[in-house]
């Protein structure tokens, strides 16, 4: 009888234990993209609380191929030879955007692929501004549509604020040119000129650029039109190119 009733304690025990266990592991995905983001702010890779705010309200979790573990500040394969940026780009681009990301603005999204800084960039113009994604294989297209469709961001995509285009980025998208934001998400031999055309006096571009070394490279168009152009940083991107030399591997 004893026996037993040890037994028990002990089975009541495990099974409390494994709940625990449990609920640290599987915590609600909304809770761990708020610690990938509070991670960000204390390594002060987030510094605003807009930007903040808009990747709380933007589960990575939504847009990471299933299995990947989607809050390691990390990036991860989606196909085609392609990557979901780790977290820390993201942070870093939306930073250095932010003042050009201001509702009823203009953004163009070259590389678009999962579609997540898309969508972070369509809530922050809001249903005033333009939102245009641009990428270059159109699985990814549609795939980073149904993403988008599960957020917050998805009243913009049906109200055409947002969209999502099959192109070449290389050329820009000049439909809803000129741009106050232009983000580039894939590096680039050179600036491709139609990029810098399409943004507007006061526009920012922020654009990887490189071969072997790459630099995030900030290209701001000045009110007389002429551009100034800084190194942010060094960065390892995708390079930004045809589909088949991306599809053949580089
Ligand atoms: C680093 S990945 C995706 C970045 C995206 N910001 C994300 O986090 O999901 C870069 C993307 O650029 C795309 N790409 C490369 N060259 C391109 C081109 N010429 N035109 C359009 N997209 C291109 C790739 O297919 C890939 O999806």
Redesign the pocket.
């Known amino acids: 009888m004893q026996v037993t009733k040890w037994i028990n304690v002990l089975s009541l025990s495990s099974i409390l234990f494994y709940v625990c266990i449990q609920q640290v592991w599987s915590g609600s995905s909304l809770n761990k993209n708020k610690g990938l983001v509070d991670h960000l702010q204390s390594f002060g890779i987030i510094q605003s609380k807009k930007v903040a705010e808009v990747m709380e309200t933007v589960d990575r979790g939504l847009?990471v191929p299933d299995g990947s573990p989607a809050y390691l500040d990390s990036?991860m394969q989606?196909g085609?030879?392609?990557?979901?940026?780790a977290p820390h780009m993201?942070a870093t681009c939306l930073q250095l955007l932010e003042d050009n990301l201001q509702p009823g603005m203009h953004a163009l999204?070259?590389?678009?692929?999962?579609?997540?800084?898309?969508a972070c960039f369509a809530l922050m113009v809001g249903s005033h501004g333009r939102t245009i994604g641009?990428?270059?294989?159109p699985e990814?297209v549609s795939t980073?549509i149904k993403n988008i469709e599960k957020t917050a961001a998805a009243p913009l995509l049906k109200d055409g604020s947002l969209a999502l285009h099959v192109?070449?980025?290389?050329k820009g998208w000049p439909e809803y040119a000129p741009y106050d934001a232009i983000?580039v998400?894939?590096a680039a031999p050179e600036i491709p000129q139609p990029l810098i055309d399409q943004l507007k006096p006061g526009g920012r571009l922020v654009i990887p650029v490189g071969t072997i070394s790459q630099d995030l490279k900030v290209v701001d168009k000045n009110l007389d039109g002429s551009v100034t152009i800084r190194s942010e940083t060094s960065v390892r991107?995708?390079?930004?190119?045809?589909?088949e030399t991306?599809l053949r591997g580089y």
């Open positions: 847009f990036p989606i085609f030879k392609a990557t979901i940026s993201h999204d070259v590389g678009s692929g999962t579609g997540y800084l898309t641009v990428e270059h294989i990814l980073s192109g070449d980025g290389r983000h998400g894939a991107y995708v390079p930004l190119t045809d589909r991306q």
